[in-house]
């Protein structure tokens, strides 16, 4: 007898089995209360309406009002941050202070100042992760800054024919703010739901918004040291937050599916409590990564491979005096502070690099000869750079093709070799025109 194929949908259910907790488990209704930070009860946090019925369609159930338009019907709840709130260790306060010339840093001067209540944070929860035209945004958050607070307003459709009502409702909201701020929403969210829009044949907001990508920046100072810049990872790592009983970002389309076929609105509470999360996770990191691009030399980082992010950011960027300068404090800063070899090493090459651009060339040939001394990655580009150096600027053609040799036992390449040849041929002929023999033989002729 053939063994029966498990599904996918089967090994999702196993999964949901495998996960504790009652916000958690589809299959316990009789939990659905959700759970403040710290994991305890709170029947008091928004989307869940007191006195509630078991189950049914989502205004019945959640917090939050069906609003309608010209194009039908969506379902729209808030979550408002007040100022003296905390997101593990960021102060929500903090945002409206931010200065809105913090977009040129690290937009390298694409994006123009525009104060933080024009700033727009958006994450989408869709019906699967592939994209395409058969994926639809079900759920769009957007956060904004106002004052005395952050503001979560989530747009939901309820069935799929709310789509067209949702979009507009989101595209109205989005004109009155200038800058988009999301998470891998340059690869992700806006691309799907500039679909949605073009598929609806409604005109998609996006296009007039400058967009920051704060991925892109965060793995530019964290890539290095996290073994993951996942926003979730970065939210505990960066932020000190820890979330209690998330639900899977692979499983959010199968609530959103579940929810579909019974109705049963106690299914969409993580869904809702996941999203607001990730938008003041978004928000808060907004308010880490900013301030460390727009003055990097200032940066208040403390680990070296978040430093040598930064420096190698800076270094890749104009490639004036001043900010050589910020780059190499940078490298040397990353180096004071403790990093692995693998990390050391290549800071010190760049070190010398920048050294070399900005004139100071003793200190370039200080760190290629530090480099030369043991085995690295760097090894043969610093003897060779000693060579060019001895051959060039010293004229000490012995000590060139010393170097150059040295490099070459530690890894052959045809540009050694010529080098080598050039070399040994430049010295012949100096010792030919320092021969007495030859030079008397030159001279009675």
């Known amino acids: 007898m053939k063994p029966i194929q498990k599904t996918d949908l089967d090994r999702l259910r196993e999964k949901i089995r495998r996960i504790k907790g009652g916000r958690m488990d589809p299959g316990a209704p009789s939990s659905p209360h959700p759970t403040d930070e710290t994991g305890t009860p709170n029947d008091s946090l928004p989307y869940f309406k007191q006195d509630q019925p078991e189950h049914y369609d989502a205004e019945q159930y959640l917090d939050g009002e069906v609003k309608e338009n010209q194009w039908g019907r969506y379902f729209l709840s808030e979550r408002f941050y007040p100022g003296d709130k905390r997101h593990g260790n960021y102060d929500v306060s903090a945002l409206s202070d931010l200065p809105a010339e913090l977009l040129s840093g690290i937009s390298r001067g694409q994006i123009p ?21 058969g994926t639809c945004a079900f759920l769009v958050g957007v956060g904004t800054i106002e004052d005395g607070g952050f503001r979560v307003r989530l747009f939901f459709m309820r069935d799929y024919d709310e789509e067209a009502a949702m979009l507009v409702a989101l595209a109205d909201l989005l004109q009155w703010y200038d800058v988009l701020v999301t998470y891998n929403g340059k690869t992700y969210d806006v691309p799907l739901l500039e679909t949605r829009y073009r598929l609806a044949r409604k005109p998609f907001p996006f296009e007039r918004m400058h967009h920051l990508d704060i991925l892109h920046g965060a793995r530019q100072l964290w890539k290095l040291r996290m073994e993951s810049c996942k926003l979730t990872h970065l939210e ?36 809702f409590h996941h999203n607001v999360m990730d938008i003041v996770t978004l928000a808060c990191l907004t308010g880490v990564v900013l301030p460390a691009f727009a003055a990097p030399a200032a940066a208040n980082l403390h680990h070296g491979q978040d ?54 060339r003793d200190e370039m040939i200080r760190i290629c000869r530090d480099l ?59 010792a030919r025109g320092h021969d007495p023999l030859q030079s008397t033989m030159t001279t009675a002729s």
Request: net charge negative; charged share 30%.
């Open 113 to 133: 100042p525009h104060d933080p209540s024009r700033w727009a944070f958006l994450d989408t929860e869709t019906t699967g992760l592939a994209g395409g035209t």
């Open 236 to 271: 505990y790592e960066i932020l000190g937050f820890v979330r209690e009983g998330d639900l899977p970002g692979e499983m959010i389309p199968y609530y959103y599916f579940e929810y579909l076929r019974t109705r049963q609105a106690f299914r969409l509470v993580p869904l």
């Open 307 to 360: 430093i040598l992010g930064l420096a190698r950011w800076l270094q890749r960027g104009r490639a004036s005096d001043n900010a050589n300068a910020d780059a190499n404090e940078l490298y040397r800063r990353a180096i004071d502070a403790g990093l692995p070899d693998e990390n050391l090493f290549r800071a010190l090459w760049e070190t010398a690099l920048i050294e070399k651009k900005r004139g100071r």
């Open 372 to 430: 030369a001394e043991v085995r690295n990655d760097y090894r043969t580009a610093a003897l060779a750079e000693l060579a060019k150096h001895y051959e060039h600027h010293e004229k000490d053609l012995d000590q060139a093709l010393a170097f150059t040799i040295q490099a070459l036992e530690h890894e052959p390449n045809s540009e050694l070799d010529h080098r080598r040849n050039r070399l040994q041929r430049k010295l012949a002929k100096q």
